[in-house]
């Protein structure tokens, strides 16, 4: 079992930048790929950012690309994700999930292990 820990959600001014945790236990971190998916009100929760075990490689969602990082600390058993230039239609349930395979996948059924989820605000 993994269990998985989020942190960082706030309320936040347009334009404004802020920095999302997770932090892992149960099992060895660097086993993992890690993902990050949010859900806004009356909508399906969508993918923003995977990364896979080394660091080595990212992805993201068309939607966030250029404006959010994902990266990860080993050493520290944790996942971050960096936004920046945030928007009001990124309001949403953030959530990191963790994928015991040697890639990473923008699809929510290959990841086994969820964290509760952390709520960000963008104001207009």
């Known amino acids: 079992q993994v269990q998985l820990v989020e942190s960082g959600g706030v309320l936040v001014q347009a334009g404004g930048s802020l920095r999302l945790s997770c932090v892992a236990s149960g099992r060895t971190f660097s086993n993992y790929a890690m993902g990050w998916f949010r859900q806004a009100p009356g909508k399906e929760r969508e993918f923003v950012a995977f990364?896979?075990?080394?660091?080595?490689?990212?992805n993201y969602a068309d939607s966030v690309k250029g404006r959010f990082t994902i990266s990860r600390d080993n050493a520290k058993n944790t996942v971050y994700l960096q936004m920046n230039s945030v928007k009001p239609e990124d309001t949403a349930v953030y959530y990191c999930?963790?994928?015991?395979?040697?890639?990473?996948?923008?699809?929510?059924?290959?990841?086994?292990?969820w964290g509760q989820g952390t709520q960000v605000t963008v104001s207009s």
């Open positions: 999930a963790g994928a015991a395979t040697t890639w990473a996948s923008p699809r929510q059924d290959d990841y086994t292990y």
């Open positions: 990364i896979f075990r080394s660091g080595r490689s990212t």
